[in-house]
């Protein structure tokens, strides 16, 4: 559970330093399905529901495998696709051309940056 995590995290920040890899963004998406994430596309954009690794997660993290997904959709599509992320049906947050975002906790809180994971 934790060494999934930590995989997709790390990943996630290799991928976002480098080019689009198209191999490390889909291993990042395997890691968000065996976290329990589903996902499906949309006309609009996509719909993901998160699964376990959501619960019990600060925000900052939570924006991190939001940004995650989203930098890894992005480079497996070609193009940012609008994303709306779920838990248990209903919006957590969003991601978009404005950036991605935690629908009800302030951008400060979070460490909302417009692309790409905080890997600091």
């Known amino acids: ?10 990943t996630s920040c290799t991928t976002a330093a480098l080019a689009c890899d198209k191999v490390d963004a889909a291993k990042v998406q395997r890691a968000f399905a065996e976290a329990g994430a589903s996902w499906t596309d949309r006309a609009a ?5 998160w699964g376990w690794a959501w619960d019990g997660a600060p925000a900052a993290r939570r924006l991190a495998l939001l940004k995650a997904f989203a930098a890894g959709d992005e480079c ?3 193009a940012a696709r609008p994303i709306s992320f779920y838990r248990n049906g209903r919006l957590v947050g969003t991601a978009s051309a404005a950036g ?4 009800g906790v302030p951008a400060t809180s979070a460490g ?9």
């Open 1 to 10: 559970m934790k060494a999934a995590l930590a995989l997709l995290f790390a």
């Open 45 to 49: 954009g996509v719909a993901l529901e």
């Open 76 to 78: 497996l599509t070609g």
């Open 100 to 103: 991605v975002h935690l629908v």
């Open 112 to 120: 909302a940056r417009s692309a790409g994971p905080d890997c600091r």
